[in-house]
């Protein structure tokens, strides 16, 4: 039976997740590709376990996290059951829905068919009464902005989920949904979008002033780019790597001599700091105070431990800042 590290809150960073009382740790831990069925089950406890010991009580989900489609929560709800039910309550357990779950005309999109079906089977699979956060994985067009938020109203008010996120939601439709959701007194508390210093589309939509303007926290997922700061890539691209695979969220083309350059100079940044690139990215997210935590994916324990090493220098000079934004340019 795993026993915690006493001392595993002592160094983590706690944010205010907007104008809620609940406070998620800096850095977070996704479930996205990593606790699948294709995953070593002790590997995958090695790793929870050890964000645990450093103070990530926060582990994000999706009905679809795998491979196979619902793996992901099955594989931690039995490690749940098994060792961290006794620090259920120390724990924050988020999953989502919108993307494709199972076949036939209900089983993707924002309906209240769909949300509360997926959330019902998630709850199953979890072993969980209820989940502390339920996302709208992504906007549908194809059902009324009101049916999606007041089915996310009514899992609240069914006990099956604490409070209520949004995620890849742009401002616009944001703002219409917060709209919906204020004058439900829904606890909507967070977003979830990409974001990374590759990847700003946050900033120049204005979503991440929105959220910060309206007391909203914001979870960043993909801080990392895919993979691409890392430093993985900083000699050229390694045998059997996923960029030389067929996925369509990372590929050769992601990595041309542009690419190239701007990472290496970030890395000759993030030296003079005496941090990894991993590190120096994750602090760069982390810099302003308007995302409350860094979603981070791992394979191994050993990440774990690297990335939350971001935390011993999360703040920036003018002149670093300056310097970044300039590389970014290029």
């Known amino acids: 039976m795993y026993t915690p590290n006493k001392s595993r809150y002592e160094k983590m960073i706690y944010n205010k997740c907007g104008n809620s009382g609940l406070r998620l740790p800096a850095i977070s831990l996704g479930m996205w590709h990593n606790f699948g069925s294709v995953n070593i089950e002790d590997e995958m406890k090695k ?184 430093g993985r890539y900083l000699n050229g691209i390694p045998a059997g790597s996923r960029v030389l695979s067929s996925s369509i969220f990372l590929n050769e083309s992601d990595l041309d001599e542009n690419r190239m350059k701007t990472i290496k100079a970030l890395n000759e940044i993030a030296v003079r700091r005496g941090q990894s690139l991993s590190q120096m990215a994750l602090a760069w997210v982390l810099r302003d105070g308007k995302i409350t935590s860094v979603l981070i994916g791992a394979s191994r324990a050993e990440q774990v431990v690297e990335n939350v090493k971001a935390l011993d220098k999360i703040s920036f000079s003018e002149i670093e800042l300056d310097e970044i934004e300039k590389v970014l340019a290029i």
Request: net charge negative.
């Open 47 to 230: 790793t929870i376990f050890t964000a645990f010991d450093l103070g990530i009580t926060h582990f994000d989900l999706a009905n679809n996290y795998g491979p196979v489609y619902g793996s992901a929560e099955t594989n931690f709800g039995r490690i749940l059951e098994t060792d961290l039910k006794p620090y259920r309550d120390e724990l924050i357990i988020s999953t989502k829905a919108g993307y494709d779950m199972w076949p036939g005309p209900y089983g993707e999109g924002g309906s209240r068919k769909y949300l509360i079906a997926s959330l019902d089977s998630s709850l199953k699979r979890l072993g969980l009464d209820y989940v502390d956060i339920f996302y709208h994985h992504c906007p549908d067009s194809g059902t009324p902005l009101e049916e999606s938020m007041l089915a996310l109203d009514a899992i609240v008010r069914q006990g099956k989920a604490l409070y209520i996120g949004l995620s890849n939601y742009n401002r616009e439709d944001t703002a219409k949904a917060y709209a919906i959701l204020r004058d439900l007194k829904t606890p909507f508390i967070i977003h979830q979008p990409s974001y990374s210093m590759l990847n700003r589309w946050i900033e120049s939509d204005g979503l991440k002033n929105y959220l910060a303007e309206n007391g909203l926290g914001c979870i960043a997922f993909s801080p990392l780019a895919q993979g691409l700061l890392t």
